[in-house]
């Protein structure tokens, strides 16, 4: 399976160029990249056959390149990923992810109902859900990744909600055009390869950001019920929605536990959440609870907006200046979109997930930009990738295999088990059959029924969501380690490998600090500028980290945030992961090969990045083995032994996470 992994994820690439010589098109398509270090990389591959050639300016920009070349790589398994869709996994995981995507969706309506005065209701933010599902499911490269409505863009939403209505503008319809401008800056975005930047995306942006999300769930949770005052109605839902929060918390933990069959698990960790909504919701109907009157999930008719209006906006009612006003706030939303889908897309593809089908950040964001104009003519919520739904998605789609532990030899530890994915099932229908049921939840029967959801159990809803991103946030898991007695840390701990630990107090401090500062703006009218602190930390972990900390302490206390495989799209990656750096720092691995940072590397097939690991070998034998490592190092994991303990260590760091516990390495302490 390995090597047909590589071999399914390595031959269609090249096909995109076939035919051309190395002094034609291909040596066009290496020149097109964006990054001084590029020549270094080209350099190193010249003696596989390439000619000389001239490096571009970076300002000279190929425009169309990166779209262009994402559908080349991905155009080939289009029919396959319908075709792969016949497989066990795609039936549980479209329920599995129904349920995750309409459940937040649900309660973040209930904000957007309470602070927009019923602009944005249930139908919209449902239908905001659809639009992304189908449209990503149907015609993006990267069909994995779970598009809906999200935490921030509550946030933004509803700021410019209090900015734009003391000035009687026209809400919706200038909320239309703010989507409308963003439209063109995506456009702008795609068609100019703007995703190339994304190679210094690392997972230290992405957990200040993790960070960020969790915290916003967990103050909504605190806001709903403080909507109830101090009466009887108030301690019972703070009663259901704690009760909400440990019974879902339980049923995570048992997913991930050794108890009971693997089925049972199973079951447990994807439907315990949905089923605990469904208990609770009737739970409040017994004994004396039944006299308390609780508020409810406001709901409106079948297929209509929540306000006496139709579903096209009426833009054109709106003042000039207006419209113009509207560019710096379409400015700060595509800011915000190009990170937090960019990133979303980044997890959900993650070095965890042995994936064989490349991705495609460019065609990506270009279909970002239409469902932003659309969602903004119909006035509905702008919808963009999930985090962590997204990830969630990739996972209950991975094929695992349990296995004993290799490590576990003491008859203490017996019963101790690693769960191993063999592949994911890469396919389309799981997203596109989600989306469609959520369009069936706009039908009449089933809008009275989430009526009868109590607002409390909503608040639950909140606090488990918060408590799991930060479960599996990077940050928690440095600041436990910090906090744990260093006698008790085990030594193969990746952070112990730091000879300072106050490099590490000094990182997670930098982390805290960003995330106070995003998280402080956006309790102030001033929220809608936070999307400009998170794209700061880009510039930072690029330019100033690396003056504080070296190179191996980077290499361990940050990692790319997807595999290069994923980031041939993008041209590689910045970060040097950790293993690498690891294994350069102790030379355990005698023979064999250069570690370089794999920034903006290239290939001779000019959408390709090799430079992460690159073998000594010549000819094929280097290419296959570079490949193999560039298509995700975890596909030679269920082959060799040492693979499965650096996931568990890697998964203690904090690196190999999001959200709930993984599917693929079972819990190291039972």
Not at 260 to 283: A, I, N, Q, S, W
Not at 499 to 518: D, S
């Amino acid at each position: 399976m390995h090597s047909s992994g590589a071999s399914r994820g390595g031959t269609t690439e090249p096909g995109a160029g076939a035919g051309a010589s190395p002094s034609g098109k291909m040596r066009r398509w290496v020149n097109s990249l964006l990054t001084s270090r590029n020549s270094a990389a080209v350099d190193h591959h010249s003696s596989r056959g390439a000619t000389g050639h001239k490096t571009e300016s970076w300002w000279k920009i190929r425009l169309f390149r990166g779209m262009v070349n994402d559908l080349r790589r991905r155009a080939p398994y289009y029919w396959s990923d319908w075709r792969d869709a016949w497989d066990y996994r795609v039936v549980p995981s479209t329920v599995y992810m129904y349920f995750a995507n309409i459940l937040p969706a649900l309660a973040f309506s209930l904000d957007m109902f309470t602070k927009t005065n019923m602009q944005y209701g249930v139908n919209e933010v449902l239908l905001a859900s659809v639009l992304g599902a189908v449209v990503f499911a149907v015609l993006a490269c990267q069909p994995l990744v779970i598009v809906g409505v999200t935490g921030p863009i509550t946030v933004f939403n509803y700021t410019v909600y209090d900015i734009m209505t003391p000035t009687e503008t026209n809400y919706l319809a200038f909320m239309c055009w703010i989507g409308l401008w963003s439209l063109v800056f995506h456009w702008i975005l795609a068609i100019t390869n703007s995703c190339n930047w994304l190679r210094y995306v690392t997972r230290f942006p992405c957990d200040i950001f993790g960070f960020y999300v969790a915290f916003i769930y967990l103050q909504k949770g605190i806001q709903v019920l403080e909507r109830f005052g101090d009466e009887a109605p108030f301690y019972l839902s703070v009663m259901v929605a704690l009760l909400v929060f440990m019974i879902a918390y339980a049923c995570g933990e048992l997913g991930g536990s050794a108890l009971f069959r693997h089925p049972v698990r199973v079951f447990l960790k994807d439907y315990g959440t949905p089923l605990t909504v469904v208990f609770f919701t009737g739970f409040v109907h017994f004994g004396r609870m039944k006299t308390v009157e609780l508020e409810r999930l406001p709901t409106s008719a079948a297929f209509f907006p929540t306000a006496d209006r139709d579903w096209l906006v009426d833009f054109w009612n709106i003042s000039v200046g207006d419209v113009f006003i509207a560019i710096p706030f379409a400015v700060l939303l595509t800011i915000l979109f190009y990170f937090d889908h960019n990133v979303s897309s980044l997890i959900a593809q993650g070095t965890e997930f042995p994936l064989r089908k490349p991705a495609g950040f460019h065609w990506d964001l270009f279909l970002l930009g239409l469902t932003t104009g659309v969602a903004g003519i119909l006035g509905v919520p702008f919808p963009n990738g999930l985090i962590p739904q997204a990830p969630f998605h990739t996972e209950s789609l991975c094929v695992t295999k349990v296995e004993a532990d290799a490590e576990e030899n003491n008859g203490e530890a017996k019963g101790h088990y690693v769960l191993k994915r063999t592949h994911v099932v890469e396919q389309r229908v799981s997203n596109l059959a989600q989306g469609l049921l959520t369009l069936g939840t706009m039908t009449g029967p089933l809008l009275v029924v989430l009526h009868l959801i109590p607002q409390a159990v909503l608040a639950g809803l909140f606090f488990i969501m918060g408590y799991q991103a930060l479960e599996g946030n990077g940050i928690t898991a440095k600041l436990l380690f910090l906090l744990r007695d260093h006698t008790l840390t085990p030594g193969g701990h990746p952070l112990a490998q730091i000879p300072r630990r106050a490099a590490v107090w000094a990182f997670v401090l930098i982390e805290l600090f960003a995330f106070g500062a995003t998280f402080a703006i956006t309790q102030t009218v001033a929220a809608v500028g936070f999307p400009i602190i998170i794209l700061a930390l880009i510039p930072v972990r690029a330019m100033v980290l690396p003056r504080v900390f070296t190179p191996h302490e980077l290499g361990i206390l940050d990692a790319p945030t997807a595999s290069p495989f994923t980031m041939e799209s993008v041209g590689g990656s910045y970060a040097t992961p950790a293993a690498a750096v690891r294994e350069g720092a102790s030379d355990r691995h005698g023979g064999g090969g250069v570690v370089g940072s794999g920034e903006g590397d290239a290939t001779e097939n000019g959408s390709e990045s090799d430079g992460v690991v690159l073998s000594a070998d010549n000819d094929s034998g280097e290419r296959r083995k570079s490949r193999e490592v560039l298509a995700e190092e975890g596909r030679g994991r269920e082959v060799e032994d040492g693979g499965a303990h650096e996931a568990i260590e890697m998964s203690r760091l904090g690196v190999n996470r999001r959200g709930q516990a993984s599917r693929s390495v079972g819990r190291e302490d039972s």
